[in-house]
């Protein structure tokens, strides 16, 4: 999703699906966005059609409870079933609108919180790497070489980590609890 390597993700595109397509059907387990991140958007790209509403649906919910394994009562909170949360729209074939011929049109400051940190991720203060089709996590023979691949470093997955979190309603370090959810929309 960040593009940072032309010859890893132009490779795997080769393979077939990248991180920003998703397979038909599979929309609901695509991440939230929050409203910070969808007015970042709205700066780098004109009209509409970028964001779909989804429903809160089980899988979707079960999803962030394993991205927040710490945090799975708050995650329920913000995202409580009957209700609705923004994601990335996709085409008919499963890709994001947001992305063009040679990759994401927008900068890579501009993109969501997740598609900067794929493949990774945090629990607590621990690296993660997300079980995912990513070439650069197969080729990669460790967290070190792999955060090399993708143009991060540990420091800044922690950083845009704790962005992510504040952005879509948690506390910034796991186990911690806010009450004002502001991601989704809860049902009446
Ligand atoms: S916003 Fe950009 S990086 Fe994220 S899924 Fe869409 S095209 Fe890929």
């Known amino acids: 999703m960040k593009w940072t390597d032309p010859s890893v993700c132009a490779a795997c595109a080769g393979q077939g699906p990248t991180c920003c397509e998703l397979a038909p059907g599979q929309e609901e387990s695509c991440f939230p966005l929050s409203r910070v991140e969808m007015d970042r958007i709205r700066e780098f790209v004109n009209g509409q059609g970028w964001f779909a ?29 009957g209700g ?31 598609c900067r940190l794929f493949p990774l991720w945090m629990d607590g203060d621990k690296l993660r790497v997300l079980e995912a089709h990513c070439l650069a996590r197969r080729r990669a023979r460790g967290p070190e070489e792999l ?30 609890d806010l009450t004002d959810p502001i991601l989704s929309r809860n049902p009446k």
């Open 147 to 176: 955060l090399r691949q993708v143009g991060l470093t540990a420091k800044t997955v922690h950083d845009l980590h704790c962005r992510l979190r504040l952005a879509w309603g948690f506390s910034p370090c796991a186990g911690e």
């Open 53 to 81: 509403l989804e429903a809160n649906s089980a899988a979707f919910v079960a999803n962030v409870c394993r991205l927040f394994p710490a945090d799975k009562r708050r995650a329920r909170q913000l995202f409580a079933r």
């Open 84 to 114: 609705e949360h923004y994601r990335l729209a996709v085409d008919a074939s499963g890709a994001c609108k947001l992305l063009g011929e040679t990759g994401c049109v927008l900068p890579a400051e501009a993109r969501p919180y997740y």
